[in-house]
């Protein structure tokens, strides 16, 4: 009997929301709110960003990203600079407390989910895998 797409649905959100518990969970020992965590990923993949491209790729408006600096600033996790390409505009670059911040997170998310999808095999991973792409894509 197929699944109806309301169920399909519902258990979906509600894995959802289990990750971003558990995230937040994870998140609280490190003083860390998940919007910085976010920030400070993005700044780990793509390096120094323009405030304005770090809110493209956080899907924030521009103001929001300025409060995020703002308080990672206030922090010690990132600085602004000058862009070497174009002296009117400005760089966010994490410092080395903010790389050792991203590398504290980055571990405790995947002790995170580790415990979270180790309630499956390695076969279904790689299928819930191929599923995931399928719908993101």
């Given amino acids: 009997m197929p699944v109806e797409d ?3 649905s519902e258990l979906f959100w509600a894995v959802a929301r289990r990750l971003r518990h ?3 969970e994870t ?3 490190l003083r860390i709110a998940p919007s910085h965590a976010r920030a400070l990923a993005v700044l780990m993949r ?3 960003l323009r405030p304005g491209a770090l809110a493209e ?4 408006a521009a103001r929001s ?12 996790l990132v600085e602004r600079g000058p862009d070497p390409g174009d002296r009117r505009a400005t760089l966010v670059t994490l410092t080395p407390a903010g790389k050792a911040a991203g590398d504290r997170i980055r571990a ?4 995170e989910a580790e415990r979270f999808f180790g309630a499956l095999t390695p076969q279904e991973r790689t299928e819930l895998t191929r ?3 399928k719908l993101r894509d």
């Fill in 6 to 8: 309301s169920t399909l």
């Fill in 22 to 24: 558990l995230s937040r």
């Fill in 27 to 29: 998140l609280d020992p």
């Fill in 46 to 48: 793509h390096g120094p």
């Fill in 57 to 60: 790729h956080l899907h924030i």
């Fill in 65 to 76: 990203a300025t409060e995020v600096v703002d308080d990672l600033e206030r922090r010690g």
């Fill in 108 to 111: 405790a998310r995947h002790a």
């Fill in 131 to 133: 599923l995931l792409r």
